[in-house]
């Protein structure tokens, strides 16, 4: 980058250094999607190597996983161009960059306001989800049972609407008769099941789903509330992060345009400069500026 001092260099240095310190973080960031990305698809690798079913959570976690490669390969060619056209000032360039940026811009509002409209309906589709495949495969997938084991622990719940969703999982079934877990109930429904859960009976719920006289022992509360309100808390966290990300680029767009109005200022008096130095005597000068 040129001396600040020289006069006729218009474009502010700092302001360069600004949009290349940006391009890096995203540069960074996206070497960050890409890096977790891969681990959540090895992730889904090694489960489906064990043999382990993997048509239910692994289901959003391999998609996640390639929409974090993908965002990170995109912000990668993003920050590329970003920082090769702030460095060499190139008009051509920083017009594509700024273009990027408001398309990246549009999206994103786009994306937070179907958001935050069909926020309603997601938090329904996630409870119908756990309640309907989840719950049937709990014992299924290692990472369905930790799933629910965390969320029933930590609520102090258990099933979705009450205890007696379990009914629908075929080992806690009462009419299975080759099951050892039939009509009970998982042993994070039970009460004090998060300060006990390494010496806690597994048969701690009794026949609960038998007899409703010994629900004493278990939180017969269903985890729907607490599924609404972790949905909420999501919902106040994505919609910051959405808010936060729009400012940013924003504010982006308006300094790229600001440097390239001071780009184009800088070849203009430049162009100035060597017309006026190829002309031959006053008379030239004074009829080159009028």
């Known amino acids: 980058m040129r001396c600040r001092s020289d006069p006729d260099h218009v474009v502010e240095p700092i302001l360069k250094y600004f949009l290349t310190f940006f391009n890096l973080v995203v540069f960074l960031m996206s070497i960050c999607c890409i890096i977790g990305g891969s681990w959540l698809l090895y992730q889904r690798d090694s489960v489906q190597n064990n043999k382990t079913n993997v048509e239910s959570v692994f289901d959003i976690t391999t998609d996640l996983g390639a929409y974090l490669i993908a965002i990170g390969c995109i912000g990668i060619i993003f920050a590329i161009?970003?920082?090769?056209?702030?460095?060499?000032?190139?008009?051509?360039?920083?017009?594509?960059?700024?273009?990027?940026?408001?398309?990246?811009?549009?999206?994103?509002?786009?994306?937070?306001?179907?958001?935050?409209?069909?926020?309603?309906?997601?938090?329904?589709?996630?409870?119908?989800?756990?309640?309907?495949?989840?719950?049937?495969?709990?014992?299924?997938?290692?990472?369905i049972k930790s799933l629910f084991d965390l969320l029933q622990g930590q609520y102090?719940?258990?099933?979705?609407?009450?205890?007696?969703?379990?009914?629908?999982?075929?080992?806690?079934?009462?009419n299975s008769t080759q099951s050892a877990l039939s009509c009970l109930v998982p042993v994070s429904c039970c009460k004090d099941y998060e300060k006990?859960?390494?010496?806690?009976?597994?048969?701690?719920?009794?026949?609960?789903?038998?007899?409703?006289?010994?629900?004493?022992?278990?939180?017969?509360?269903?985890?729907?509330?607490?599924?609404?309100?972790?949905?909420?808390?999501?919902?106040?966290?994505?919609?910051s992060c959405l808010v936060g990300i729009t400012i940013i680029l924003a504010i982006t767009i308006v300094l790229v345009q600001y440097l390239l109005i001071?780009?184009?200022?800088?070849?203009?008096?430049?162009?100035?400069?060597?017309?006026?130095?190829?002309?031959d005597n006053d008379d030239e000068i004074m009829d080159y500026l009028n």
């Open 196 to 239: 006990n859960k390494e010496t806690l009976n597994l048969f701690c719920s009794r026949e609960v789903l038998k007899d409703s006289s010994l629900v004493s022992n278990i939180n017969t509360m269903g985890c729907r509330q607490a599924i609404i309100t972790l949905a909420q808390y999501g919902v106040k966290i994505l919609s």
């Open 262 to 279: 001071l780009i184009r200022k800088e070849q203009a008096l430049y162009n100035a400069k060597n017309r006026y130095s190829t002309l």
């Open 156 to 174: 102090s719940c258990c099933g979705i609407q009450n205890y007696t969703d379990w009914n629908s999982n075929p080992y806690h079934n009462c």
């Open 81 to 143: 161009i970003g920082c090769a056209a702030t460095i060499r000032e190139s008009i051509f360039f920083l017009r594509i960059y700024m273009f990027i940026l408001i398309l990246i811009t549009v999206l994103n509002l786009i994306v937070g306001v179907i958001f935050l409209i069909y926020s309603g309906k997601i938090t329904t589709a996630i409870q119908t989800k756990l309640e309907k495949t989840y719950i049937l495969n709990y014992y299924d997938d290692d990472e």
